[in-house]
């Protein structure tokens, strides 16, 4: 299995408040992206990053920041939760760019209440 | 932007039969188009790819077909077992300067034994 770590597994909270889930991996790979999986959506992209310090959007950007300070770490905010926003949310890294595999943590599901 | 159009959304087979899923994309310049299967409360997980300058690839009993000029590919199952029942993802990688992955909404395939 590749070395991702996603934190925490499982989330509770309630509306308006912030929360911050974070991918952590081991395998030094440049790329690394943010999913949202909901029932009849398949996986949709929320932002990426292709570097320190470089990121981008994905199709379903708003209500979300990232942050990545170090290779390792690719951290997704949500500023201030929206029942909309819950979901399970995966984030998957790549070698290189979109034409590499990209391979998948665990998972978080996050519940906003 | 990219679109990636699943087909059928799911999918019931009689152990020992054969499967096909099938995907349309809509960006002529996508050229790397792998395909996930997700169990239940599991991630995805890769199983097979191919990259456009390929027709079909074979893996044991999983094999990948490509028709470049059609904008469709699709994922062969023979002999199926059991243990192939899960949600079966496409996706197609997009143009762009960074580019990342469109995925299909998914294929539910149930193997009946």
């Known amino acids: 299995d590749a070395g991702i770590t996603q934190s925490p597994r499982h989330k509770v909270t309630e509306t308006g408040t912030p929360v911050t889930l974070r991918c952590h991996q081991t395998?030094?790979?440049?790329?690394m992206y943010w999913y949202r999986q909901d029932p009849g959506h398949g996986l949709r992209l929320i932002h990426y990053?292709?570097?320190?310090?470089?990121?981008d959007k994905g199709e379903v950007s708003d209500g979300y920041s990232v942050s990545r300070s170090k290779t390792e770490d690719f951290l997704l905010t949500l500023e201030s939760a929206t029942s909309s926003q819950t979901s399970v949310y995966f984030c998957a890294i790549s070698l290189e760019d979109s034409n590499q595999p990209q391979h998948f943590g665990d998972g978080t599901r996050l519940s906003i209440l | 932007g990219e679109n990636v159009e699943q087909h059928p959304s799911t999918l019931s087979v009689q152990e020992g039969d054969s499967a096909v899923i099938k995907c349309t994309y809509s960006?002529?310049?996508?050229?790397?188009f792998p395909w996930y299967k997700q169990e239940l409360g599991k991630r995805p997980q890769l199983i097979i790819d191919?990259?456009?300058?390929?027709g079909e690839k074979k893996d044991q009993r999983i094999a990948v077909t490509l028709n470049k000029t059609a904008k469709h590919f699709s994922l062969h199952i023979t002999e199926t077992q059991p243990e192939d029942s899960a949600v079966y993802f496409c996706?197609?990688?997009?143009?762009?300067?960074?580019?990342?992955?469109?995925f299909g909404k998914g294929t539910k395939l149930s193997v009946k034994p």
């Open positions: 191919i990259r456009s300058n390929v």
């Open positions: 996706a197609a990688s997009t143009r762009g300067s960074q580019g990342n992955l469109i």
């Open positions: 990053s292709y570097g320190v310090k470089d990121t």
């Open positions: 395998e030094n790979h440049r790329y």
């Open positions: 960006d002529s310049a996508s050229n790397y």
